[in-house]
């Protein structure tokens, strides 16, 4: 088969370029462009270069030690996302039923937590987890158990990571159940036929047929959680002190709190690489794997 | 090791079945005996894979019972009843060598080590795939991985059957050949009973010594491969099997004699008055039909002659029912008008699909 060149196309694509550049490529340019100058307010810019790179990536300055410590936070954050809600949502799909009216049931009431806007799951887990009238929070103080989120830092953490498992983990869940779906009958009629444990096929079957979805699941998780801003700010605006300060919530803090126009882009832009950096990272080895067996055959 | 007996067994996939159509097999009586080669023939959709799934276990019969050798195993799980399968399309485990996986079902059985990597080697040798026996399963061809998946079911020494469902479906052309006679050869010397799914009636010729012939849901017919040629109990039987199948005419009978529209044919065998209300058929394999110029025997106009290899088939029309017949060699056809002469020990009667014995009249055994 031959392809036909007509230059053409590019006219068709052109308004999609159009777009991205006005959304995308201009605002991330006017960002770039505050991160290398300095300003005394007046609308009045200097030249800073690398400035407030360095200082920002200098842990023995102030905003070095604050990006430090909110970047461990938001990392510590998200390995304990993927690690609580990857084998949860492989769980849950497991046990989800194969087929009649409960998938329907089932599907519904997992997609619902999704469905909530960011802002109102914050909400919804502030009251919830209060000791004086919210549900859990009442009854795991009247258990005798001290709780209080906004006081205590570990309660605010366990109120973070819960609120998010409930929020998320469906999602995990939803996309490996997808993949469990695709896998023939055949499979499971062999494996009963070899005589296969339930943790052999498990092993054998239904975790090599998840690999694709569960990549697509680690991403989303990852990047969602590293990037979570509006629940935590919503149910502990950052505290107790700054132990929920994620790098998000430092982020506009810096921006829109101090309005250090500068030192925010900077800081705006490692994040982003630091995302791409570690997505990046996630995508290759899980990847890797498969062209590794694809090698050993060849 | 054991005989596996079928004891008025039916399935519906359906909850409540009412209806016969309900059923997806209706009642089956059989016995496979310990050792046989069998081959289960029908058409897609017949039930042949229901009936295998039933065996195994990976399907609870609505009503019957499964018997291996005295033992019923009805409720027996798969795991519990030690038979193997092999499914139509392959599976192979993706993330384990083809050495694992043809040692999978003997480990999951706690098989001491060596004697399973022995076994291992034997069957891969069996199956030619001792090249291979080191690289992942997974990313192999089609063909290769049903070899695996045969393997795996091969690879078990003991089990009361092994069962294939259409196994080299997946399978090119002249290895599908060279897999069956294997297959052959394995069951000559292992004395398991297999039974052999297909609906390709070569493949089950070829494989079977015996024949088990499924037509929606029942078994119409069990035989060696002769008597399904020479002695079709069931009209199915007749035109499914052989090729071109057998003719088969509405007719009337009285005593000898048949009559096809008005055309007479006298029978070897004597028939009970059968009576109105059942639908007679006369049945006669194309190769006991044969062809002459015009003259002694039925006319008949040709339509068409087909030259397939040894013999030659004439596709003919009789009273306005086509037919086929054989041409024998030493006789060449001019023009559409030509004679049939039918062989008397081969015709057969039919009512409602069924053979009808018949009679023998004096001296003339069929
Ligand atoms: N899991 C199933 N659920 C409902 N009906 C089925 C199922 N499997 C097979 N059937 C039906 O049962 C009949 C027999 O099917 P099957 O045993 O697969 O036939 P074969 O193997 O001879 O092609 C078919 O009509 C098919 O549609
Ligand atoms: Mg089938």
Same mark, same amino acid.
């Given at each position: ?50 400035? !407030? ?84 929070? !009442? ?160 | ?366």
């Amino acid at each position: 088969m031959t392809k036909t060149l007509n230059n053409r196309a590019w006219f068709f694509v052109l308004p999609v370029f159009a777009i991205v550049a006005f959304s995308a490529i201009l605002p991330l340019m006017t960002v770039v462009n505050y991160s290398v100058q300095d300003t005394f307010g007046n609308n009045q810019f200097f030249w800073n270069g690398i400035g !407030w790179f360095q200082e920002l990536l200098d842990p023995s300055s102030q905003l070095g030690e604050q990006f430090l410590s909110s970047l461990m936070r938001t990392l510590l954050f998200s390995a304990i996302i993927l690690l609580i809600q990857v084998p949860l949502g492989i769980a849950v799909a497991l046990s989800m039923p194969r087929e009649g009216w409960p998938v329907a049931l089932c599907l519904v009431l997992m997609a619902l937590p999704l469905l909530i806007p960011w802002n109102v799951v914050g909400t919804i887990w502030q009251v919830f987890a209060r000791g004086d009238i919210g549900l859990l929070g !009442w009854t795991v103080n009247s258990l005798g158990i001290d709780y209080n989120y906004t006081g205590d830092p570990i309660d605010a953490w366990v109120t973070i990571i819960v609120m998010d498992v409930w929020h998320w983990t469906s999602l995990v869940a939803l996309l490996c159940y997808a993949g469990l779906k695709s896998i023939p009958d055949a499979y499971y009629q062999a494996a009963r036929i070899d005589g296969a444990s339930r943790w052999a096929v498990f092993r054998t079957i239904q975790l090599p047929k998840m690999r694709r979805v569960l990549l697509i699941a680690v991403l989303l998780r990852f990047m969602d959680s590293f990037m979570i801003y509006t629940e935590p700010f919503v149910l502990t605006g950052g505290g107790p002190g700054n132990a929920t300060t994620f790098l998000s919530i430092d982020l506009v803090k810096l921006a829109l709190g101090q309005f250090d126009l500068g030192k925010a882009a900077a800081m705006s832009l490692v994040y982003n690489l630091i995302i791409l950096a570690i997505c990046w990272v996630f995508y290759t080895v899980m990847t890797n794997v498969d062209a590794e067996r694809e090698r050993v055959e060849a | 090791m054991a005989r596996i007996t079928l004891d008025h067994l039916a399935h519906a996939y359906k909850a409540n079945p009412r209806t016969a159509e309900d059923y997806a097999l209706k009642e089956i009586n059989h016995v496979w005996s310990q050792g046989g080669a069998y081959a289960l023939l029908g058409p897609s959709g017949c039930g042949k894979t229901t009936l295998l799934n039933i065996i195994s276990g990976l399907v609870r019969p609505t009503r019957g019972r499964v018997l291996f050798d005295d033992l019923d195993v009805t409720d027996l799980s798969t795991e519990a009843r030690n038979i193997a399968q092999v499914f139509q399309f392959p599976v192979v485990y993706d993330t384990m060598t083809v050495r694992e996986n043809l040692a999978f079902p003997l480990k999951n059985r706690n098989v001491p080590r060596d004697r399973t990597a022995r076994r291992v080697e034997e069957i891969a040798g069996l199956l030619d795939l001792t090249r291979v026996l080191d690289r992942k399963a997974s990313n192999l061809t089609a063909d290769m991985k049903q070899k695996i998946s045969l393997g795996r079911g091969l690879v078990r020494p003991d089990v009361a059957a092994i069962l294939f469902d259409e196994p080299l479906t997946v399978i090119d052309p002249h290895l599908k050949w060279q897999l069956r006679s294997t297959l052959k050869e394995i069951h000559r010397a292992l004395d398991i009973t297999m039974i052999y799914v297909t609906h390709d009636q070569t493949e089950a010729l070829t494989f079977a010594d015996k024949v088990v012939v499924m037509h929606d849901g029942a078994v119409v017919q069990t035989g060696i491969p002769e008597e399904l040629f020479e002695r079709p109990t069931h009209t199915f039987v007749g035109h499914f099997i052989g090729s071109p199948g057998m003719n088969i005419l509405p007719c009337r009978v009285e005593g000898t004699t048949a009559f096809i529209g008005s055309t007479m044919i006298s029978l070897k065998r004597a028939y009970r008055t059968l009576s109105d209300g059942e639908h007679i058929e006369l049945g006669i394999r194309p190769e006991f039909v044969r062809l002459q110029p015009k003259g002694a025997g039925l006319p008949v106009q040709v339509r068409r002659i087909d030259d397939i290899g040894r013999t030659r088939i004439a596709r003919v029309e009789m009273n306005g029912r086509p037919l086929a017949a054989s041409i024998p060699d030493d006789i060449s056809i001019e023009g559409s008008e030509a004679s049939l002469v039918l062989d008397p020990n081969h015709v057969h009667i039919y009512a409602n699909g069924h053979l009808v014995a018949g009679e023998a009249t004096g001296g003339h055994a069929a």
